[in-house]
């Protein structure tokens, strides 16, 4: 098997302090963003930061709206908030999914010096805190909606749509295209791992080839319930959802396996996940023994190394593990372990 070596790259502690000097904001700097927008004077402010690319603030206004504000403050080329406004725009026309009534994308950098979208903080309890807390017969109706509201987002229609494609049936390029395609990157791969060009080309080149039928779509990429409040119903509950930043355009599988991964192939949670995205898809979600779980097992580690190296501008420590699982992927065609 074709192996880099094991050892972490020294970039771990220039992530960590890149993270600790993300900048921070205050009542009195956000203030002028809302006031430009019309919502008045900001009462409260309180940072609820998430993912590496943002500062999340929940802003409450003057007149005791309760406001999103995301500031995006490290740039990658598939996670920005103009896909967020673009997913939510497309959804809101054409799904009956519960998303923030309103948002705004501010990229004029006129009083923060950073793309901005505010939108409305959706009411309701963490549907991940609830779900923790429940018995199985809630957490399995909780998975059921987020089966449900997965499949009115996959069948959205997106043509048209400039959200990043990452289409599956065309796995070998796509695979290139993410170490290869990016100038700074292939440059330092070839400097770290002289070899590891040559070495995935050679590699690619022995996989079988097979064929993805599935058709690309809008996803999520980001489906679970840490993005979702309890929103109850007249006949039990529905499932408020956002954050859409890294919205795009692939096959539903990338979905179906960060859920899975999530709820538990095999278990009661997963099995209900599954009667819900039946009951508006139409059918089941993809397995991962299947041709399109085969392409996106090759896929993934090369999508991490690129993802993480726009993000921090240099290969992330964990670069060496996700090449090896590449690597180890490529062996097997991408078939379950």
């Not at 900001?42 to 930061?49: D, F, G, I, M, Q």
């Not at 920005?80 to 725009?89: C, V």
């Not at 998303?99 to 009411?123: A, G, K, N, S, T």
């Not at 179906?256 to 997963?270: A, C, D, M, Q, Y």
């Amino acid at each position: 098997m074709l192996r880099v070596p094991d050892e972490p790259l020294p970039t771990a502690d220039q992530i960590r302090a890149r993270l600790k000097g993300k900048p921070s904001f205050s009542a009195e700097s956000i203030d002028p963003l809302l006031r430009k927008h019309g919502f008045g004077s900001v009462r409260s402010c309180e940072n609820r930061s998430s993912y590496v690319p943002n500062v999340v603030l929940q802003v409450e206004c003057e007149d005791l709206r309760q406001l999103a504000i995301k500031i995006q403050v490290f740039h990658t080329w598939d996670w920005t908030l103009s896909q967020e406004a673009l997913a939510l725009a497309a959804l809101s026309q054409s799904t009956d999914v519960l998303l923030p009534r309103f948002w705004i994308l501010d990229q004029d950098r006129d009083v923060l010096d950073y793309p901005v979208l505010i939108e409305e903080w959706l009411p309701g309890p963490s549907a991940a805190d609830h779900f923790s807390a429940a018995d199985l017969a809630r957490r399995a109706e909780l998975a059921r909606q987020l089966g449900l509201t997965h499949a009115k987002i996959h069948g959205c229609p997106c043509q048209g749509l400039n959200l990043p494609k990452l289409d599956l049936r065309n796995w070998r390029q796509l695979i290139l295209d993410l170490l290869f395609g990016h100038s700074a990157l292939r440059d330092d791969l070839r400097d770290a791992f002289p070899e590891v060009e040559s070495n995935v080309r050679s590699q690619l080149d022995q996989v079988q080839s097979f064929a993805v039928a599935d058709e690309p779509g809008l996803i999520w990429r980001d489906g679970l319930l840490h993005n979702a409040v309890v929103a109850e119903a007249d006949n039990g509950c529905r499932l408020g959802v956002f954050d859409f930043q890294s919205a795009a355009i692939s096959q539903p599988y990338a979905d179906h396996f960060k859920v899975r991964g999530s709820l538990g192939g095999g278990t009661p949670e997963w099995d209900a996940f599954v009667d819900g995205y039946k009951s508006v898809a139409q059918r089941a979600p993809t397995e991962p023994d299947s041709p399109i779980g085969r392409a996106f097992r090759m896929y993934a580690p090369a999508y991490q190394i690129r993802h993480f190296y726009e993000l921090f501008g240099y290969l992330h420590y964990r670069t060496p593990k996700w090449l090896n699982g590449l690597f180890e992927a490529l062996e097997t065609g991408g078939a379950p372990a």
